[in-house]
Structure formats: C-alpha cells, structure tokens
C-alpha cells in the first residue's frame, strides 16, 4: 500500500525507537526496568528541551497517598520555541508479547474466542505500558501524549500496513507536544487482526515526516555480525544502503564479507526482533535519513539523540550507524 501524504514538521526533528527490551525486563512478565527508563527520559528531555521545564505528571499513582504537586510559575516560552520536535515509539517488551503469543493474535483469526481475548487482554498491556512511559517523560517536563495506533486508525492488510493517517500525529507535534505510539495489536482486512511493531510505525513515520535523524534504543550497543552473547561477536560499526536495498558493511572490515550477519529472535517475540529493526532501519536509511542503533541509557545513546552524529562519528562511539551509501 502507498500513502501519498508527505508533511513537512520543519527542520531540527528527531524520531527515538526505544526498543521494548531496553526499558523492561523481557524475561519477567510487564516488569519496567526503571532505572533505564528514568536516564531515557532524562536524555530525552537533554536532547529536546532547551532550558528550564518542570513536571508535568499531576496524577496520583494507584495506592499512592501523594498529594500531586502542580507548579503553577510560568516556564520561559523561548524554551519550547528551542525546543527540537521529537516523536517517541516504542515497543512492548515484557508487555503485550506473552498474550499475543499465547492467543496466536499475530496469526488472526478474530471468530476464535482466544485470540479475540487475547487481542483485548495484548491492548490492555501495551497501553499500560504506554502509559507509564508517557508518565515518565512527564515528569520529566516533556509534554507527552500517548497515541495507540488502533486507536488512531490504523490496519493493517495481510500483515503490512495499510491504512496509516499521521495527521492526528502532526497536528499534536504543531501545537507543542511529543506524541508517543507502541506497537499495537490492529485490525487486519485479510486476516482479522496482527501485530503491528514499533519498528514498522517508525519507518512508516519516517516515509511521511521526514525526520533528520532516527535513533533506534535497544538493549545492546547496535548491530553485530552473529548474536551479542557470543565471545566473538564484533559490533558492525558503519552499514551502508544502497538505492536497491541492498546494504554492506563499511566499519569494521570484516574478513569473510560473503557471511551473512546472524541474528537471532525470543521465542515469544511477535514482532521480529532485530531482523525487523534491522529492515526498517535500512528502508528509512534509504531515504536519506540518517539511522543510528545504539544502547539505551548510555553516554552513547545520548550523543546521537542530541543530534552529536551527523558532521562525524567519534572513534570511541559505540554504536551501528546505518545510512545512505555515497
């Protein structure tokens, strides 16, 4: 399916992916890895937010006794004039992945009363997720505003998106907020219902908005050549694109260039994995867009939300850059 829309949000704008297993803990069900979660939102705000800000979370917490402090002293307008435009997705995680897995919710099949549950039961997750998230950006005085996909419309179509408007989304980032989409379970007009990743909306966002850089956050520090756990495994430094789709590595060089890089994928992952962000990544990196995968929470990953990658790439980095062959 193609989409025609093609929105200009201005210049100074960056996409942040925060890979589901860099802001919980997969292997305990919806557990948030909290410490990672709190330096994410603060790099978020470091790389968005010129000046002072203050909390934006007036909420009281289930069971909390907590009197919600609202700060009613006006913030300097020119910070939110400085401020860069930024559109946060991320993905499920600990959350939502057990249920769709379990309810075959990715396969379809909505006139079965499991996966119809489990579509319910997946939602319910991942937008507790979601929540929490935009909770967490809020405090740190990021106007956040949290945009579940079905909720805004979209579907997919034999697994591939299909009906997709980003104009909700354009309009919330022109009247001065951060949207923050998860991926979702949706509709499907062949099969029922899918799951729709973050990976896939980021691209998707990137195709129609056309950020200047998109930063892929995930539990490791980028691409390697076989899985991270491996004693031998060697962080692919630079990958380059081609207008074909076709794609090399630039840095390091590595001895047998015919090898294909091994990746591997949790068993109760429904979304693909690093193979999916790996796709997407190349496909926007097609565009012109410089794409960088980089470890959540780290100096690394700070620097190439600030936007501290683009003239040139420091030999202490670590991290993958994938971006258009010259």
């Known amino acids: ?11 100074n704008n960056c ?7 860099a802001i919980t803990c997969k292997n305990e069900l919806e557990t948030i890895n909290e410490e990672n979660l709190t330096i994410v939102s603060s790099q978020l705000r470091k790389s968005m937010i010129l000046g002072t800000t203050h909390g934006m979370d007036w909420s009281r917490r289930p069971g909390s006794l907590e009197i919600p402090t609202v700060i009613d002293d006006d913030v300097n307008p020119q910070s939110e004039l400085d401020s860069k435009k930024f559109i946060v997705v991320h993905g499920a995680g600990s959350f939502g992945h057990f249920q769709a897995s379990k309810s075959g919710v990715h396969k379809g099949g909505l006139s079965k009363p499991l996966v119809k549950s489990g579509f319910v039961a997946t939602r319910i997750s991942v937008t507790s997720l979601n929540l ?20 805004c419309g979209w579907s997919t179509c034999e697994k591939n998106l299909a009906v997709a408007d980003a104009s909700t989304i354009v309009k919330a980032i022109d009247s001065g907020f951060v949207p923050v989409l998860h991926g979702d379970a949706v509709l499907d007009s062949s099969q029922g219902c899918t799951i729709l990743s973050g990976d896939v909306i980021i691209r998707h966002l990137a195709e129609e908005l056309r950020p ?47 090898k294909q890089v091994e990746i ?19 496909t926007i990196a097609r565009l012109g867009i410089d794409v960088y995968i980089v470890k959540a929470a780290t100096s690394h990953s700070l620097m190439a939300l600030q936007g501290g990658l683009k003239e040139s790439i420091p030999d202490d980095w670590l991290g993958t850059v994938i971006r258009l062959a010259k």
């Open 1 to 11: 399916m193609k989409f025609s829309n093609v929105y200009f949000i201005g210049a």
């Open 15 to 21: 996409f942040a992916d925060i890979g589901g297993a």
């Open 132 to 151: 929490e998230i935009v909770r967490a950006l809020a405090k740190e005085g990021i106007p956040s505003i949290g945009m579940s996909p079905f909720s």
């Open 212 to 258: 200047d850089y998109v930063v892929f956050l995930t539990d490791v520090f980028g691409v390697y050549d076989r899985p991270p756990t491996e004693s031998n495994a060697v962080l692919l430094r630079e990958i380059a694109v081609r207008e074909d789709g076709s794609w090399s590595v630039l840095k390091p060089e590595l001895q047998d260039t015919s």
């Open 264 to 282: 591997t994928v949790a068993a109760h992952d429904t979304t693909g994995g690093m193979v999916t962000k790996i796709s997407e990544a190349a």
